[in-house]
């Protein structure tokens, strides 16, 4: 079967056979429909939202009225959508004769990354709403955990980006992103500090467009591979593989490895990525933890507990 790149603005995904009912379904997704939101508390009515699915991000948010945003879900984070009026949700309802509605148009999305999981408690106003909500974030949900890291990268790269851009003008002001790095413990010493890592194009009037704040990301992790930059030395390589074959026989000008002892090699602690330094924490440093800067400033998780940036 043949790929397509589809409806997708951030790069294309793999489609199944019936790819264009899938197309259609995204699409009215990212339109969005009004349903009707069953809040945890009883106090709260159950109220009317509208619903909409944000591609570039895989994001649900609903909002009251046209702008204001109420609450928003990541796609990957949703573990189960349930049909039916199976949450504690409607139960709060059931005595309510005003806010019962028809059970084959209820469904339950269950989330989170804990133990405990949220729900969200929905009522579409048809069958085929009901049918466009849950097959369509189904497949949604499938096609957004098997797409490939950098995809979910630059998709969650411009969820942090448009939590700043509310009015997607592509921009985001200097003093923004410092604020943004500065809640994840990174000091920005000064503005020529950001202005020598965003890329050589001016910053316009000021402001840091979206592929300025991607360079920022990319010139972050340069940085934090520098340690690692012994990798394109050929004698370092060499004298690294001599002391991990510890064979006098195989100190050759080239050293090999057979198939078998690669594998072993890769799942070996040699090929550990932890800096070996910070073994002994000296009790007295507690206050400044050695947690790796971009396991604060960019700890996104895949599907299987990689953080994406592996």
Known sequence: MAGTSGFFSNGPVPWMDNDAEM???????????VLTLFYS?????????????????????????????????????????????????????????????????????????????????????SDEEMSMWVKGLNWLVADTLKSPTPLQIERWLRKQFYAVDRNREDRISCKDLKSMLSQVNYRVPNM???REKLPDSELRNGDVSFSQFAQL?????FDAQ??????????????????????????????YFHQ???????????????????????????SNPPVPLLDLLFAQHLPDGRPVFQ
């Open 23 to 33: 197309n259609n379904l995204y699409r009215d997704l990212e339109l969005g429909t």
């Open 217 to 221: 990301y990319r010139s972050l992790m």
């Open 192 to 194: 020529r500090f950001l």
């Open 226 to 255: 520098k340690n690692e930059m012994w990798a394109t030395d050929s004698s370092k390589v060499q004298e690294f593989m001599f002391s991990y074959l510890k064979d006098p026989l195989r100190e050759v000008e080239q050293p």
């Open 41 to 125: 508390k009883k106090s709260q009515r159950p109220e009317r939202r509208t619903f909409q699915v944000k591609l570039e991000t895989r994001t649900i948010i609903w909002t009251r009225g046209t702008d204001k945003i109420e609450g928003e879900i990541d796609i990957r984070e949703i573990k189960e959508i349930r049909p039916g009026q199976k949450s504690r949700d409607f139960e709060r309802y059931v005595e309510d004769s005003a806010a019962r509605l028809d059970q084959a148009h209820c469904f339950v999305i269950l989330y989170g990354t804990e133990f405990r999981l949220k729900s969200l408690s929905l009522a579409a106003t």
């Open 260 to 286: 078998d002892e690669f594998l072993t090699y890769l799942f070996s602690k040699e090929n550990t990525v932890w800096d070996s330094s910070l073994d002994q924490v000296c009790p007295e440093n507690m």
